[in-house]
C-alpha cells in the first residue's frame, strides 16, 4: 500500500486528523498577481523543503510535529476570486470548529481574505497582524474586491489591523490606513523599540497574516515582488516569539512564495519559518509573560465563539 502524504514526512500517526492538533491548508491559487506569476506553486516547493528539513527544534527543545499535524487536500476552486475566498473561508472554519490550529499556506496574498473573514467569525477581540512589504489596503484593484492588492481591506474594517514591515503603497491608501497601527520599514529601522511597540497595539487573540515578502530579498528573493529593506532571519524570529509568548496567536498563513528552481533557499527558509511559528506556540520552554498568561495550547477555552463544539480536546 502506498503510503499517504504527510507534512515534512512525519510518521502517519502523527498526521491523523483526529488527533492533530494543528492542521496546514494549502491553497495553491495565483490568479489576480500582476508582475511575476508562480505563487501557486508555492504550497508545493514548501512541502518538499519541509521534508528536507530536521525536526528537532533546537531553541524551543522541542518536536512540535509531536502534537500532530495534519495535512489537508489543496484547495483548488480557482473558478473566480469571490468562489476562492468563499472556499477558503468555509475550510478555515471547518477546521477552527474542529478545535484545530489552522494554518494555511498560499497561494497569492487574496487568500487571506476568507482565512481572515473565518478566524474573525470565529475568535472575540481578534487582531490580524500583518506582516508584508505592502500595505494591502485597496478596497479594490483591477476591478475586483478580491485581488492581492486588497488582502487586507476587509480586515481593517472588520478587525484590530496591525501592520508591520511596510515599504510599498499607493498614496489613496493613506487614507484608509490607521496611523498608530502601521509600522513602517523606515521608521522601524530607526527605532530599536519597535517591537514593543507593536506588541503594545495587539489585543488578546491574534491572527498572524505573513507575506513572505516582507523579508528582505537578500534573503527571500523567491517572492512576486520582492521590495528592499526588509525583515532579516534573526529580528523576524525576535518579534515573532514576543507575539507567540505574550499573546494568544490563534492561527497564522503565510503567503507569495513564488518558487524559483535555482533558488532552493527561500522554500527552505519558508519551511523554517512556519516550523519556528508552531514551535513558538507549542513550545512548554517558552516563558510565559507574567502579565499576560493565556494557558498554553488551550487557545479556545477562554476566547473562543464556538466552545460548545469542542470535540477532540
Ligand atoms: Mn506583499
Not at 34 to 49: I, V
Not at 201 to 221: K, Y
Amino acid at each position: 500500500m502506498k503510503k499517504n502524504r504527510t507534512y515534512a514526512g512525519i510518521p502517519e500517526n502523527y498526521a491523523q486528523l483526529e488527533t492533530a492538533k494543528i492542521v496546514l491548508l494549502r491553497v495553491p491559487y495565483d490568479e489576480t498577481s500582476t508582475w511575476q506569476k508562480g505563487s501557486d506553486r508555492g504550497p508545493e516547493a514548501f512541502l518538499k523543503a519541509s521534508e528536507n528539513m530536521e525536526l528537532y527544534d533546537i531553541e524551543t527543545n522541542s518536536e512540535v510535529y509531536k502534537q500532530g499535524i495534519h495535512l489537508t487536500n489543496y484547495i483548488a476552486e480557482n473558478s473566480s476570486p469571490e468562489k476562492m475566498v468563499e472556499a477558503v473561508h468555509f475550510e478555515v472554519k471547518k477546521y477552527i470548529n474542529k478545535n484545530k490550529f489552522v494554518t494555511i499556506f498560499g497561494g497569492e496574498h487574496s487568500i487571506s481574505i476568507g482565512t481572515i473573514r473565518a478566524f474573525n467569525e470565529c475568535f472575540n477581540n481578534l487582531t490580524v497582524l500583518h506582516i508584508d512589504a505592502h500595505a494591502d489596503l485597496r478596497k479594490e484593484y483591477e476591478g475586483s474586491k478580491y485581488n492581492h492588492a486588497c488582502a487586507v481591506y476587509e480586515a481593517n474594517e472588520t478587525t484590530n489591523l496591525v501592520q508591520v514591515g511596510i515599504r510599498s503603497m499607493d498614496i489613496s491608501e493613506k487614507r484608509v490606513m490607521n496611523a498608530d497601527k502601521v509600522f513602517f520599514a523606515h521608521d522601524m529601522a530607526e527605532n530599536e523599540y519597535w517591537m514593543d511597540d507593536v506588541i503594545d497595539q495587539l489585543t488578546g487573540n491574534i491572527f498572524i497574516t505573513f507575506d513572505l515578502d516582507a523579508l528582505d530579498p537578500s534573503i527571500m528573493p523567491s517572492t512576486g515582488t520582492p521590495e528592499p529593506g526588509g525583515l532579516f532571519y534573526y529580528e523576524t524570529l525576535t518579534f515573532l516569539k514576543k507575539v507567540f509568548t505574550e499573546r494568544n496567536v490563534v492561527g497564522f498563513d503565510m503567503v507569495e512564495l513564488c518558487p524559483n528552481p535555482q533558488e532552493k533557499s527561500s522554500d527552505f527558509l519558508a519551511a523554517k519559518l512556519y516550523y519556528k511559528m508552531l514551535s513558538y506556540k507549542f513550545s512548554s520552554d517558552i516563558e510565559e509573560d507574567e502579565d499576560y498568561s493565556v494557558e498554553k495550547n488551550s487557545h479556545f477555552d477562554k476566547l473562543s465563539k464556538f466552545k460548545d463544539n469542542d470535540q477532540y480536546e
